[in-house]
């Protein structure tokens, strides 16, 4: 059996995708990760990949507010990456 995660790529607060990894050529999808994370629910996905991509450039976590409104928001079970260095970033 397979199964699909999907996954949000976050950068300033928005859902984006980047173009071979290059930050300069982004493109925003969605202003709302609640909303994109809602409509995973809803089209019955369980778990949800989530990358803060400003934390992984910057080495420490930028957008744990996205995360917490994704996890208050939803049943869905989160993995969550990108600027996790240290104890305290957990």
Same mark, same amino acid.
């Not at 300069?24 to 994109?36: G, L, R």
């Not at 995360?67 to 869905?76: F, G, K, Q, V, Y």
């Given at each position: 059996?397979?199964?699909?995660?999907? =996954?949000?790529?976050?950068?300033?607060?928005?859902?984006? /995708? %980047?173009?071979?990894? #290059?930050?300069?050529?982004? *493109?925003?999808?969605?202003?709302?990760?609640?909303?994109? =994370?809602?409509s995973?629910?809803?089209?019955g996905?369980? /778990? %949800?990949?989530?990358? #803060?991509?400003?934390?992984? *450039?910057?080495?420490?976590?930028?957008?744990?507010?996205?995360?917490?409104?994704?996890?208050?928001?939803?049943?869905?079970?989160?993995?969550?990456?990108?600027?996790?260095?240290?104890?305290?970033?957990?």
């Amino acid at each position: 059996m397979i199964e699909l995660i999907p =996954a949000i790529d976050i950068i300033n607060g928005e859902c984006v /995708r %980047l173009t071979k990894g #290059d930050y300069a050529q982004k *493109k925003v999808y969605n202003t709302n990760p609640v909303d994109v =994370a809602r409509s995973f629910e809803a089209n019955g996905f369980k /778990r %949800l990949h989530i990358v #803060d991509l400003d934390g992984a *450039k910057s080495r420490h976590v930028v957008n744990a507010q996205a995360l917490r409104d994704i996890s208050a928001a939803t049943n869905l079970s989160i993995d969550f990456g990108g600027g996790i260095k240290t104890q305290s970033d957990m």
